[in-house]
Every structure is written in C-alpha cells, then in structure tokens.
C-alpha cells in the first residue's frame, strides 16, 4: 500500500494508554499529527489501570492500546480476565523502569552507586519481611523484580511481601510507609526521587540490558476489520519512535507528556527518564548503563514473548497445560513488516535474551 | 459484598441500592494500600468495582495469584450474556467473586450496580451540563459589557453585534464572546 498518499484513507481509531513515559510514541503521534498525517483520526485516552484498559479493548470500547509485554499472552489464554485475541503491532519501548527504596532503607544499603547488588540487599533484608510494591502481577517489573530478588538469594513468594500498585500511587506509598520499595515506569520512580521519599538503586536494564517493555496491541478482530487503518497506525508509531529517537527533540516529547499524561507532575520529574538519566537525591543526576528506547524496540519478537511465557510459568502464574502457540499468536507481525517495509524501517535484531541464570 | 470506588457519592449511591435489594455490603473501600488486607478479612462474597478504578490491578494480582481469592465474574464472561457485559463496561462497573459462589447469584447484584452506577453518571452529566451552560451565559453577558463600555452600544445593540460576529465567523455566541474578552479574564473557572 502506498502510505504517502494519506488522503486515499480515513478511519478513525480509540487507543488507550497507562500514563507512563513509554506512552511517548502514541502521545507524540497525537501531538504532532503522525496518526493525522496518516489518515488517522485518533481518540486516544488515558487510564487508570491495566486491567481497565484491557477490558475496554476487549469488549470493543478501544481498538487498540499500550499494555505490558506479557499481557497479550495473559489474555490470548484468559489467565484473567476475558480471554481474547490481541495483535501485536509493533514494541513501544525497552527499558525505563526503576526499582526504588525508601530512603533510609536506602541508607541501610550504604547508597552504593547504582546498581545496588542483589546479594547486598539481601543481607539488609532478609528476615525483616520488606514490602515490595510492582504495577501488574503479569508485567516485566514483577519478573524482573523476582529475578533479582533470587539471584540476591531471597525468594520473593516467602522473604518479601510483593504487592500491587498503580504507578501513580508509588511515590506517595512510598512516602507514608505503606511500602519500603517498588518497581515502576518512569515518571514515578523520578517522581518519587524528586519528592525526597527514596532512591533508585537498580534499573530494569541492570537485570535484563535493553529488555522489552511495552508492545501497541489491537483487538485481532478490529486489526482484521480495518487492516488499512491498522497498517497506518503502526507506520505512525514508527515515525513517532523516530522523531523521538533524535535526543534533541526530548525537551519538546517531556512538555508533551506533561500535557497529555502527567498534569500533576512537574517537568523535572519527566525529563530524566526521557534521556536515560535519573535523579539522584542530592540534587544530582545519574546516567542508566540501559536507557528507555523507543526505536530499536519496535520489531515485535515471538523469541522475547516466549521468554516473558517462561517467566509466567515460573512465577506460578500459568496452569500446568497451556497451548504455546495459542499463547504466543499475538506476535503474528504481519502489521509491523508492511509498516516497516513501507516506511524503510530497518529491523532492529532482538535484545539477546538473559543468560541462563535469568531464565 | 465488598465495594470498591473511589468515588465517594458515587458509592454511597451504589451501596444504598445494594442494601435496598437484599444484599449485605461489608465495606466500602477507596484506599489503595490496605486494600488486600481488607479484602482478605471482610469476608465477602463478591466485590463490586468501578471499571476504572486504580485498585482493579492489585484485586486481579490476588485473582491469579491464589485461586480462593476474589476471581473477576462479569467482565470475565462466564456469566452474563454479551448484552449483560456491554451494559456494565458502559456503567463502569466491573465484579468480583470469590470461587465457588454461582455466577447465578451474582447476576442480581450486578444488575442493581449497574442501574445505580448510571444513574449516578447521569446526574453528574446533568450537573456539569448545568455548570458549563451558567458560565457561557456568564462569558457572553461579560463579552456584552466590554463591546457597551468600549464602543459606547446599548445592551441591544451590544447583543446584535455578537451575535452579528458569531454567525459571520460560524461560532458559537459564546466563542465569539470568548474571542472578544481579554486574554486573562476569568472565564470557566469562576463559577
């Protein structure tokens, strides 16, 4: 199809997103008129909670969203909620989440410079029971979180207590000591740097370097429907990953954001995490070995759902038998290669998975 | 029955409907942090949650984590037509059971939910309605003002010209008022 002739197409398309900053490529895509340019009209809208989103796509309130790399695989088994066909359209990040501690649980650790070392954690934390908070049981910060923990010799069904927050209330859990850690998407672990309540001592790019993040789904039933409208919002998402792989425009994507996705937070909250840095404390900022990406984490990759199923599997989380290929049919990435071949988008290799001791 | 919202009117609303068709409401929750604790101890059958409600993510990890925990029913379309489904994710309301208790029996709760759920968007809709209506009027009566100050009209003529203005440029009388009035007038949020 020839995408550079938009006028030949208008469709109208509801996504949805967890505010989040790797929610910048479809927010961006809105803002500066990439879904428009490509004969898009798109309604796109925040909410509150994944579980939301997700039941909003599956009974057709939303065509397409932002969800956590597993979640596709959750719902094409219904592990819970209703069971349904996604499509993968395209990877909407890598890396970009931090664990955080309290401040004084910080201290305890000696504020070594990032990243803390598991073992060193643990020698501070086992036998005090310390209560963890991640976004989503079925998220990479829960299995990221739990590989740490284990490699540090903990386990995290019995030497913590792990919780589930929506990433908007960390800082605030974190400041009234209802929890002494978590693991969230930025904004929130800057945010809570920020707010003086704790520090980030490990990002997920220390466990698992480059791994992916978010994916862009739609209702396999809408992709089937309107595969034109489909096409043309994953050509728009990699325009957006484009625009916002250049680290000049990162000032402009940052007041976006705070437009679109963050009315409560305050610019410096969002920057950092944009341009792979986080704030430390003191005032000052620290660089991430593995910063959140947007364009080398575009290619959707079976290989890395089938890692994240693996992961499922050993975190209690799948019944004994599942169909594998049932599971994994999301990451069918028709949509995503005749986006790409129509833009000249490369395909970036895959993140190599972790080595055996993360498996 | 467990109520999950943090909404408060909203909830009251819903759980005095809950109450007046027979069923026992336990708690009321809109705090996100004891939230599974509460659960654990209010020994409920069945939580009733708003669709968007922030706490619905912890509430499913106790779902998939331990199979004797609140397991979500409606949305979760073992009960309940697709009609049934369609008329809670339009109400927002989203339900939880916990295991073993027939989805027959959670049908009468969600149908109550839903209708409570609704009326009460409804009534907000009507109030905002009524709130954005009394601030335009506000902003064309201020637009008027400023056209008899500045270039000495009666009331009549004032209202004229706007109106004049606003179909030679296709808007609203209140758009036109609005283009007229000087950038830093108070105008939607003084209500």
């Not at chain 1, 398309?13 to 340019?37: K, M, N, Q």
């Not at chain 1, 490699?151 to 913590?160: E, F, M, N, T, Y």
């Not at chain 1, 007041?255 to 679109?260: G, Y």
């Not at chain 2, 029996?105 to 149908?111: A, D, G, I, K, S």
Request: charged share 20%; net charge negative; with cysteine.
């Amino acid at each position: 199809m020839d995408l550079s002739s938009p006028a030949l197409l208008t469709a109208s398309l509801s996504i949805g997103y967890v505010p989040l900053t790797d929610a910048a490529v479809l927010v961006v895509a809105e803002d500066l008129g990439f879904f428009a340019r490509h004969g898009l009209r798109v309604a796109l809208s925040p909410a509150a909670s994944w579980a939301g989103l997700r039941d909003r796509v599956a009974y057709g309130a939303l065509d397409a969203a932002h969800m956590l790399y597993p979640m596709p695989i959750a719902a094409a088994l219904g592990l819970v909620g209703p069971a349904m066909p996604l499509t993968v359209a395209a990877g909407l990040g890598r890396n970009g989440n931090t664990i955080v501690l309290s401040t004084a649980l910080a201290q305890e650790m000696g504020d070594a410079p990032m990243p803390l070392a598991a073992l060193r954690f643990a020698e501070v934390a086992r036998g005090r029971n310390l209560r963890l908070a991640v976004v989503h049981p079925v998220s990479s910060h829960n299995y990221l979180l739990r590989h740490w923990l284990e490699s540090g010799v903990l386990d995290p069904d019995r030497d913590v207590t792990m919780s589930v927050l929506p990433p908007p209330a960390m800082p605030a859990a974190l400041a009234s000591g209802a929890i002494d850690g978590f693991c969230v998407g930025e904004p929130w672990g800057s945010a809570a740097v920020l707010a003086g309540a704790g520090r980030a001592v490990v990002a997920s790019g220390d466990i698992w370097p480059d791994h992916p993040e978010k994916v862009f789904v739609f209702r396999a039933s809408a992709a089937a429907a309107e595969p034109q409208a489909a096409i043309a919002a994953t050509a728009a998402i990699i325009a957006a990953a484009r625009w916002l792989d250049e680290p000049a425009n990162h000032p402009q994507a940052a007041a976006i954001l705070a437009r679109h996705a963050f009315p409560s937070l305050d610019l410096a909250a969002i920057t950092p995490g944009l341009g792979g840095w986080v704030p430390e404390p003191d005032g000052g900022t620290r660089r991430l070995s593995h910063p959140l990406s947007f364009r080398e984490a575009l290619p959707p990759h079976m290989a890395h759902a089938a890692f994240w199923l693996s992961c499922m599997r050993r975190g209690g989380h799948l019944p004994a038998q599942i169909d594998q290929a049932q599971a994994l049919a999301p990451w069918n990435n028709d949509l995503f290669l005749r986006a790409a071949s129509a833009l000249g988008e490369p395909l970036h290799a895959p993140t190599p998975l972790p080595t055996e001791s993360a498996a | 029955m467990l109520l999950v919202d943090g909404d408060p009117d909203r909830a009251a609303a819903v759980r005095e409907g809950l109450e007046a068709s027979g069923c026992e409401v336990v708690g009321l929750l809109a705090d996100l942090f004891d939230l599974v604790a509460r659960v654990r101890a209010c020994g409920a059958d069945v939580l009733v949650c708003a669709l968007d409600d922030p706490s619905r993510d912890a509430i499913e990890a106790m779902a998939l984590l331990n199979r004797n925990e609140p397991r979500p029913v409606v949305l979760f379309a073992q009960s309940g037509g697709e009609a049934q489904i369609e008329a809670a994710l339009e109400a927002g309301v989203a339900a939880y059971v916990i295991e073993g208790l027939a989805p027959a029996r959670v049908r009468p709760v969600m149908e109550v939910a839903i209708r409570r759920f609704r009326a009460h968007e409804a009534l907000k809709r009507e109030l905002s309605e009524t709130r954005a209506t009394l601030a335009e009027r506000k902003i064309i009566e201020r637009a008027k003002g400023h056209l008899m100050r500045g270039r000495r009209l009666t009331e009549a003529e004032a209202h004229a010209t706007l109106r004049r203005m606003a179909m030679d440029r296709g808007q609203r009388l209140v758009e036109a008022a609005r283009g007229l009035l000087p950038n830093d007038a108070p105008t939607q949020r003084e209500i």
